[in-house]
């Protein structure tokens, strides 16, 4: 796993920040990456206080672009007196393109950073990690399962231990997450025994299906074959025809799912733009342009 301490601050001679000028593109790589710091800038995606959003589009377009997930909960992590004002928000964030599945504020006498900055504490999933290129198990294929493979299911899930307690109006909490947590485990074990995994790398598309498969085949046969030509294009034809309806099928049920802040993801999607930095325009004598 790789953790990035940032510290992104406007340079007071010229106005610009560093973060922009990373190449971030090697920073992210394939893996754990967690990035955590002080990043001063302001937006309503992780602060619901915020009213004015301050170098935000930089950091928005980083999430988006690399797919990371914004550990923290709102809660504030500055406190500020300005001129008898006092103020809180949101400047440090935890941000990783692995699942977040702890993040909280140590605000306690032992944690105490005598600053107007809090301590902050997270955790992060890093089990399944693959390098690039390699396959990783992300579910199981329930759509494809014969009566056959459902019944051996039903029949594996009735063999399991019988005995466990059955909770009730008076359960704790505790009782339910741990109830919760073997019914998952449980039902994992069941459908790797008879369910076919699905498993995707770096080249993975989510909108290919059997029948862009099969079809792929058909045209590699007519091509490769020599056939009549008329037929080979017909089944070029039919492949594309079939990789867009997949498509659009994919694209129409992922905008179903959307919630929360992801919604911005798919607006990127949606709206394309070019990279947030570009290089420095200098005329004859060198002199840079202010933007």
């Not at 302001?42 to 935000?56: N, T």
């Not at 902050?120 to 399944?128: A, M, N, P, Q």
């Not at 059955?166 to 359960?171: G, I, M, N, R, V």
Request: charged residues 35%; glycine residues 6%; negative net charge.
């Amino acid at each position: 796993m790789r953790i990035v301490n940032v510290y992104d601050e406007k340079n007071t001679h010229s106005g610009e920040r560093p973060a922009p000028k990373l190449n971030w593109q090697r920073v992210i790589r394939q893996g754990s990456t967690v990035l955590t710091g002080d990043l001063n800038t302001d937006s309503i995606r992780w602060d619901p206080r915020c009213q004015v959003q301050l170098d935000a589009t930089f950091w928005e377009y980083l999430i988006d672009e690399h797919g990371l997930e914004i550990g923290n909960d709102a809660e504030a992590t500055h406190h500020w007196t300005r001129e008898d004002h006092e103020g809180e928000s949101v400047i440090e964030l935890t941000l990783a393109n692995r699942p977040i599945t702890k993040w909280s504020i140590l605000a306690d006498n032992d944690h105490a950073t005598g600053s107007d900055h809090e301590l902050i504490e997270g955790e992060v999933d890093g089990d399944g990690q693959e390098e690039a290129g390699h396959e990783r198990v992300v579910g199981w294929n329930i759509a494809a399962m014969t009566e056959e493979d459902v019944k051996a299911a039903e029949k594996l899930w009735m063999q399991l231990p019988k005995e466990r307690a059955h909770l009730d109006a008076e359960c704790t909490a505790d009782e339910v997450e741990k109830q919760a947590a073997w019914c998952q485990e449980a039902m994992g074990n069941v459908l790797d025994a008879t369910a076919e995994k699905i498993r995707i790398c770096d080249k993975s598309k989510r909108w290919w299906n059997a029948d862009i498969r099969e079809r792929r085949k058909e045209g590699g046969r007519e091509t490769k074959g020599k056939r009549n030509m008329e037929d080979a294009a017909k089944a070029k034809a039919e492949l594309q025809k079939s990789i867009r309806q997949s498509q659009k099928k994919m694209w129409s049920e992922y905008l179903q799912n959307l919630t929360g802040a992801k919604v911005w993801k798919a607006a990127r999607y949606a709206n394309p733009r070019a990279g947030m930095t570009v290089e420095a325009m200098t005329d004859r004598e060198g002199k840079q342009a202010n933007t």
